[in-house]
T-cell receptor, first 111, second 113 residues
Framework: EAQVTQNPRYLITVTGKKLTVTCSQNMNHEYMSWYRQDPGLGLRQIYYSMNVEVTDKGDVPEGYKVSRKEKRNFPLILESPSPNQTSLYFC??????????FGPGTRLTVL | QKEVEQNSGPLSVPEGAIASLNCTYSDRGSQSFFWYRQYSGKSPELIMSIYSNGDKEDGRFTAQLNKASQYVSLLIRDSQPSDSATYLCAVNMIQTGANNLFFGTGTRLTVIP
């Protein structure tokens, strides 16, 4: 089954404790992206990757890091999480950046 | 100015009616337009894509694009209670030089049985 998977689905952590949210796709897509979704603000792009070893900032990259060492994986790293990073996070993938397919989401709470 | 704008709603329509969802965008050079459906607590699901001016129909859904007016809409015919969701308009904007989607904040649709 073609899919984008994310782990964990739910995470509660404390300020400053480094965390990684994994994302994996099995569709051989070149393009992968991370979004955060907040009430009233919609989906905002954090980082994206056009291909292996190629990443770039989206609209709200501050406080986040990514890496793309393999085509199928695109982890999101929060090195020192803060409460304003409490949000719903989605990973997405696509052949070109157009028709993007989303993972199930990760709900993160930073206390 | 927001890059992709939608009425937040909520939009309520009776079962069997036509629901009309609208979206405007700021980048005149945009070429690709999408509608996503998002049920509460779930991830966005792509339901329509449109690239050329005019109408594109898929089952009960019709997407309409007018690039001159920078306007894209989604019509849902014979609305069903299962269509109750938030509908997100997304536009692939070239202004950043990259292939990225910008999303509106979504319109919440409620179909009343």
């Amino acid at each position: 089954e073609a899919q984008v998977t994310q782990n964990p689905r739910y995470l509660i952590t404390v300020t400053g404790k480094k965390l990684t949210v994994t994302c994996s796709q099995n569709m051989n897509h070149e393009y992968m992206s991370w979004y955060r979704q907040d009430p009233g603000l919609g989906l905002r792009q954090i980082y994206y990757s056009m291909n292996v070893e190629v990443t770039d900032k989206g609209d709200v990259p501050e406080g986040y890091k990514v890496s793309r060492k393999e085509k199928r994986n695109f982890p999101l790293i929060l090195e020192s999480p803060s409460p304003n990073q409490t949000s719903l996070y989605f990973c997405a993938s696509s052949y070109s950046g157009d028709e993007q397919f989303f993972g199930p989401g990760t709900r993160l709470t930073v206390l | 100015q927001k890059e992709v704008e939608q009425n937040s709603g909520p939009l309520s329509v009776p079962e069997g009616a036509i629901a009309s969802l609208n979206c405007t965008y700021s980048d005149r050079g945009s070429q690709s337009f999408f509608w996503y459906r998002q049920y509460s607590g779930k991830s966005p699901e792509l339901i329509m894509s449109i690239y050329s001016n005019g109408d594109k129909e898929d089952g009960r859904f019709t997407a309409q694009l007018n690039k001159a007016s920078q306007y894209v809409s989604l019509l849902i015919r014979d609305s069903q209670p299962s269509d109750s969701a938030t509908y997100l308009c997304a536009v692939n904007m070239i202004q950043t030089g990259a292939n990225n989607l910008f999303f509106g904040t979504g319109t919440r649709l409620t179909v009343i049985p």
